[in-house]
């Protein structure tokens, strides 16, 4: 698309349609956190050390052993791949990559091993060969249900198979094991038709269930090691990398979620009438925006919402870069900017969408033309309140929460709490051609 978009409503049409609407001044709030991240000279040895707990004596000398990368937004990642390929090449394996991303990248093996540059991970880089294929091969199928069980070619073809995956909450669903080593098993590495089997029987079944299930087929009937399991702290640093062999691979998945959840970013707040996102994108959440932090989830089927936080209207500024146009979960917002709407990549959304089965996440909010009208649009439609009490939050993404901006009156609230620090007075709001003046703000 062009560079503006006849589906975005202009700024002053908004503007009179909202008629007088008195904007809050804002200030910058910080999130006290106490965080160990792991210093980035180390992660290689981190990763390494996290392989020689796997169970690598089943695979033979010299033999092949498939490493199944893919999941956007982890922290260091081709540090952390490169590390994992260095110990294996030292044991006397032969390592090789395959893309373990289910439909990522347009559902094309090429599409696939660009994500994966994107991501940083090169067989220069890394130091091994990537294989990428949509290719898979049926391996079983479930006992009760008889749902067919695919995994990549590959990977099937290898004397060793491990993921190295982020565990983390899912943005989908609640369960034992949630985004993390199970599920790129289950879905990454069944590429397309294995990730559109999944969520087509998690309608009625339910991932929650689904993915230990298929887990355990998938460790039964192929040669998979373990996994190298990574837990970010709130700053989306590295702090724990752990090998876990296949025995213990569901209980001890469980076990770094809770860890996960525990000190995921999250919004400090349980009530906030405007939440305003600078990004949204796949590298950011599956879903683009991350439901847990969110609190909505209206796309999926079955699973009920978080309780909290309760937010009354989300305005979501652009697409981060690396997202290369997927506007997967743009459904969960009030309202969007232009700037989606023209950097908008139809395909490659869709195809997500159908495969997830999550076609609602994608329907195109009302789009304005300008930071100040969705803005007022949000404000405008959440009843009477004044503008020194009314609760504004304005962050870079879900993931980066550690400094926003916030409304007066949850700067006042700020001031009483220790786990919050006022690092800007409340000033009043700046636009330059109805854009935000003031920039996005990061974590750093």
């Known amino acids: 698309m062009g560079s503006r978009s006849e589906l975005a409503v202009p700024e002053e049409t908004v503007l009179e349609a909202c008629g007088e609407t008195e904007l809050p001044e804002f200030g910058v709030v910080e999130q006290v956190w106490d965080t160990d991240s792991i210093s980035a000279d180390q992660i290689p040895n981190c990763s390494g050390a996290a392989v020689e707990e796997l169970a690598l004596e089943d695979v033979p000398e010299g033999g092949e052993v498939a490493v199944g990368v893919g999941s956007r937004g982890i922290a260091n990642l081709p540090l952390l791949v490169r590390g994992v390929i260095e110990r294996l090449d030292d044991l006397g394996y032969e390592p090789f990559i395959f893309p373990a991303m289910g439909s990522h990248g347009g559902a094309t093996a090429e599409g696939q091993q660009e994500m994966l540059e994107s991501l940083g991970v090169t067989e220069e880089r890394v130091g091994c060969e990537i294989r990428s294929s949509m290719e898979v091969v049926q391996v079983g199928e479930t006992p009760d249900r008889g749902v067919p069980v695919v995994a990549d070619a590959n990977a099937v073809a290898a004397d060793g198979i491990l993921a190295v995956n982020r565990v983390k909450p899912h943005t989908d669903f609640d369960g034992t094991v949630e985004s993390g080593l199970s599920k790129m098993m289950v ?165 997500n969408a159908i495969t997830a089965s999550t076609t609602r996440g994608v329907r195109l909010p009302p789009a304005v033309e300008t930071d100040q009208a969705g803005l007022v649009a949000a404000l405008s439609t959440i009843g009477v309140i004044d503008p020194e009490d009314v609760r504004v939050i304005r962050a870079t993404d879900t993931m980066h929460l550690g400094r926003f901006y916030a409304s007066q009156g949850l700067v006042e609230e700020a001031r009483e709490r220790d786990d919050l620090r006022v690092v800007e007075e409340p000033t009043p709001i700046e636009f330059e051609d109805g854009q935000f003046a003031a920039p996005s703000l990061h974590d750093e």
């Open 187 to 351: 879905i990454g590495m069944g590429k397309q038709r294995g990730a559109k089997i999944a969520h087509e029987w998690a309608v009625d079944w339910s991932f929650r269930n689904m993915i230990p299930e298929i887990t355990s087929q998938l460790l039964d009937a192929l040669p998979i090691v373990g996994g190298v399991a990574i837990v970010e702290d709130q700053h989306d640093d590295t702090t724990h990398v752990e090998g876990i062999r296949p025995d213990g691979f569901l209980d001890r998945e469980a076990e770094l979620l809770e860890t996960a959840y525990e000190i995921m970013p999250k919004i400090p707040f349980d009530e906030v009438d405007v939440l305003v996102l600078d990004r949204q994108g796949k590298d950011i959440s599956g879903q683009g925006l991350d439901t847990n932090v969110i609190g909505r989830r209206p796309f999926a089927l079955n699973e009920p919402e978080p309780d909290l936080p309760d937010i009354k209207r989300i305005f979501v500024r652009g697409l981060t870069e690396t997202t290369h146009g997927n506007a997967m979960g743009m459904g969960s917002a009030d309202f969007v900017h232009e700037d989606i709407v023209t950097k908008f990549n139809a395909p490659d959304t869709l195809i």
